[in-house]
C-alpha cells in the first residue's frame, strides 16, 4: 500500500494536474505530471468506467498502489503524478504493471537512480 503522505486525494488537485500536466504513455497506462512547489511528490490513481466494474477498477487501483510504492523513492522530488489506467489493465499481472509504470517515468525523465 502507497503511504499516505503521498497520496493525491482532492478533485481539485487531479484537475489541476489534468489541465497543466504533459502526458506520457503506454499500451497500459498514461502518466499525466507536473511539476509542483512541495518538496516531496504526491501520487494519484484513476481508473475510468471502461476498465470494468467497480470491483475491477477497485483491484486496477489496487495493483497501481502496489506496484508504484517501490517506485516513489526513485522519482524526482517536486512533482505531481496521476497514473490512469487503460483497458487491458486488469489481465495483467503486478510485474507487468510495475515495468510499465517504470517505462513512461523513464519517458517522461522522472526516474532518479540512486
Known sequence: MLSKQYRLKKRKSFNYIY???????????????????????KVGFSVSKKVGNSVVRHRAIRL?????RPLVDRI???????FVAKEGI????????QAAMVAVLQKAGLICEK
Open 19 to 41: 489541465r497543466r500536466g504533459r502526458h506520457v504513455g503506454c499500451e497500459l497506462l498514461t502518466l499525466v505530471f507536473v511539476s509542483a512547489k512541495m518538496k516531496n511528490i
Open 64 to 68: 497501481m498502489r502496489a506496484a508504484a
Open 76 to 82: 524526482a522530488p517536486n512533482h505531481s503524478l496521476v
Open 90 to 97: 486488469e489481465k495483467k499481472h503486478l510485474t507487468e504493471i
